[in-house]
């Protein structure tokens, strides 16, 4: 059995054939006609019971070939590892069906439970993480196209289904085929927040885009003057749903970020559904809005509606009237946090003067404020001291020195020949000035001259005598 997500069909019950015309089972299982799948495939025919029996194999039913009784009973097992061969030889299918749960696990293989959308019947399936990932975001509450094939664990007997392919249908197709487009669009960088322009504190025009008489434009007008009085827009009208829309809104657009005087421009729009939202998640709508050189703020439906604006815009508002909120500053608020500020401010200098007269305060109570001479006079004795204890040490050093030079004195007086010549000594001169030690420096009538300690003579040689001193005359020198 087989078919397409085209040809769908509304399947009552699932007919399962014996592999043969001989294959029986060992209990009657009516064969119910089913619809057919496929043009061209006939209804299968009505068929009788036949008794039979489950063979050991689990691809195969074999005749009954022994009584199965309660003396002779099959193991649970057998019985099920059968059944699952019974039912996997079955083929594939397509069905339509609604998702009630999907499990995603780290592993390759992913749990979803099925549902039939007009009869309260359900059914467990699996698929490969791969399926799952290639027909784009699968929830909860899709309907959905699936190929299904049954399958039974043998561990539990379960029943289940293994999904070749899925498909969303209906507004699932829709959200697959906008995740597609919000994918191709991020790879190309147009998401990246770092590009995101700064919305101005206080802008002087507010460029609008939103339908005409709208509650939307209304509900952004009210709360921005509310907020802000003076607020100035510069509204422009467009459809907002409809094959139109998107080419209104870029135009507009388009329009409002060659005005200088519009700082931010607001695209607004009530809630609705998927299909009514869909011109802000064109593309073109979006390429031109990651294109403007004005702040763009996406304010679409609510808080649950996530169009692909609001990924491209500079800031998202949850709702119209958010917008209204987030694009003026709130000037109670505005004269609150100034009026803060002047008193933080004023408590601040405040304190500053309070500290800095402390400090002044203690600076004067410090001694050499009050008495600024008493430093001096400190100044003063310290150098009076100095001075006493320099000339002590003067004294003492002169008297010192004046002691070695008395000493110097009189071991140079000692050694002095005026002290020799004190003593009785003379000193003898030729007439040229040069001493006689010797008897031998001068000849007889030579003319000496005699240093004696108070005067000088003058003498004439008569005779030499070449004795030794301290030696008495002898004989032979007299």
Known sequence: MGGGPDNVRTVDHHVIRPRSPQDTLPYAIPVIPVSPLRRGVER?????????????????VSPMAEPNTADNPRSLAWVVNAVKGWVERC????????????TRRSGPTQFLTLRDPTEEISATATCHRRVLDAAGPIESGMTVTALIRPTVWSRSGRL?????????????????????????LEAEGLFDVTLHKPIPVLPRSIG????????AE???????????????????????????????????????????????????????????????????????????????????G?????????????????????????????????????EMARTRLRQAVTRFVDVEAAHLAQVRSRPVMVNPTATLDITTEKLDSALQRLRLATNRALDAESRDVDHMLERVRAMSPKATLDRGYAILADSEGDSITSVDDTDPGAN?????????????????????????PSQEDS
């Open 44 to 60: 299968t025919p009505r068929a009788r019971s036949t008794p039979c029996r489950l063979s050991s194999s689990s691809d195969t």
């Open 91 to 102: 083929g594939a299918i397509w069905v339509q069906a609604q998702v009630i749960e999907v």
């Open 160 to 184: 289940s289904f293994e999904v070749s392919e899925i498909t969303p249908t209906g507004e699932g197709q829709l959200l697959a085929q906008l995740e597609r487009r919000k994918r191709l």
């Open 302 to 338: 609510h808080e649950r509606d996530n169009p692909i604006l609001d990924l491209v815009a500079d800031l998202r508002a949850s709702t119209p009237t958010d917008a209204g909120k987030l694009i003026v500053p709130d000037a109670a608020e505005e004269s609150q946090a100034i």
């Open 218 to 300: 209304r509900d952004v007008q009210r709360h921005a003057t509310l907020r802000w009085s003076a607020a100035r827009f510069v509204v422009r009208n467009t459809l907002v749903q409809g094959p139109m829309a998107a080419q209104q809104v870029i135009a507009a657009l388009a329009e409002l970020d060659a005005n200088p005087a519009v700082d931010v421009i607001v695209i607004a729009r009530g809630g609705g559904s998927l299909e009514d939202l869909l011109p802000f998640s064109d593309e073109a709508l979006v390429r031109a809005v990651y294109a403007t050189k004005t702040p763009v703020v996406s304010a679409i």
């Open 208 to 215: 609008l885009i939103t339908g005409a008489g709208s509650d």
């Open 448 to 472: 000496l001259s005699v240093y004696l300690s108070d005067g000088t003579l003058g003498v004439t040689v008569d005779s030499l005598d070449r004795r030794t001193p301290n030696r008495p």
